[in-house]
């Protein structure tokens, strides 16, 4: 992005701060969605019952975004409240929070260079295996959403891996809180809830079946660097528009449904942003695409070259 631009682009949204008042009229609205789609997961018609699991999957995702505002330390001007309320949300979408918040600050830090970011090493083209690749092939295009969850497992709650990445004490215990609350949750809840698999599962699986293609599509088969071990400098934000990509959606889902968490690339431009203030800013990136035209050409694409490809010698333009 050219500097007159960005510094543009800095001076129009300079006024865009954290609000405790728009902050909880979108936990407000999350959480009212939330609770209806309980009451309908558990019902014993059956229409009610796919409403419902429909309804959670959406509000699912919800939680997800607003976990990710809550680890930029972005949603609240409060650091407290976004430690708590990003502790509340991954009860919902089962993403351990520390985990979450450590891992997307560094791969913030590291956009742009595979091997450095932490969310982006395990997809070098070294990384490639056989095995791997046919699996990854027939899931993408079944729509099997394990690409999402096998993501997660290897972030968020691989602790070897966090504490292999963060040695500072403070921050393994947060790692290891983190993921006991959840598990001590969602065992509760089985244990404890009559009919609460029944009511969460389908429910969780469209979550994750919707996040497959959104979180995919963010990152891969964009030409990136390699520093091959050499010491590097990160990327400036105003940089990291070519390392990133937009889903275009139509305005009433990305206002409503995403809460603004398709614009991509400006989050990656001007990450002080809250969710509820991105979609206020007109701002076309060269990165954007239709969502839907991505996805079918996607699709049409192997997992192994979506994934494992640093370059677009594949011929896809997208």
């Not at 590291?110 to 070294?126: A, R």
């Not at 729509?143 to 500072?168: C, E, M, Q, V, Y």
């Not at 991505?294 to 333009?317: C, D, H, M, Q, Y």
């Amino acid at each position: 992005m050219e500097t007159t631009d960005y510094q543009n682009l800095v001076l129009r949204t300079s006024d865009l701060k954290p609000s405790l008042t728009r902050g909880i009229r979108v936990l407000a609205h999350v959480s009212a969605w939330t609770a209806l789609a309980t009451y309908l997961s558990f019902s014993e018609n059956i229409w009610m019952w796919l409403c419902g699991q429909f309804l959670y999957g959406l509000v699912e995702l919800q939680w997800f975004v607003l976990l990710h505002d809550f680890g930029h330390n972005h949603f609240f001007k409060s650091s407290r409240l976004n430690w708590v309320f990003g502790y509340i949300s991954s009860v919902f979408c089962l993403v351990p929070y520390a985990p979450w918040k450590f891992i997307h600050s560094q791969h913030h830090t590291w956009t742009g260079w595979h091997d450095l970011d932490p969310t982006q090493e395990s997809t070098l083209p070294k990384q490639s295996k056989p095995a791997t690749n046919k699996i990854a092939n027939v899931c993408w295009l079944l729509g099997i959403p394990a690409l999402t969850l096998a993501f997660s497992f290897k972030n968020f709650w691989n602790l070897p891996r966090l504490f292999r990445l963060f040695p500072d004490l403070a921050k393994r215990t947060h790692f290891i809180f983190s993921i006991l609350l959840l598990v001590i949750v969602f065992t509760a809840q089985v244990y404890f809830v009559p009919g609460f698999l029944a009511a969460w599962s389908l429910g969780y699986g469209f979550f994750l079946f919707l996040s497959d293609p959104l979180l995919i599509s963010q990152h891969v088969h964009i030409p990136q660097k390699i520093s091959n071990g050499s010491s590097v400098i990160p990327f400036s934000v105003k940089e990291q528009d070519q390392y990133t990509r937009t889903l275009v959606f139509p305005v009433w889902v990305s206002k409503y449904i995403l809460l603004g968490f398709d614009k991509h690339t400006l989050h990656h431009i001007i990450p002080r942003l809250p969710c509820y203030h991105l979609n206020s800013v007109d701002y076309t990136f060269p990165g954007s695409i239709s969502w839907h035209k991505w996805l079918v050409i996607a699709k049409r694409t192997p997992a192994e070259k979506l994934l494992f490809s640093n370059n677009n010698k594949t011929g896809l333009n997208i």
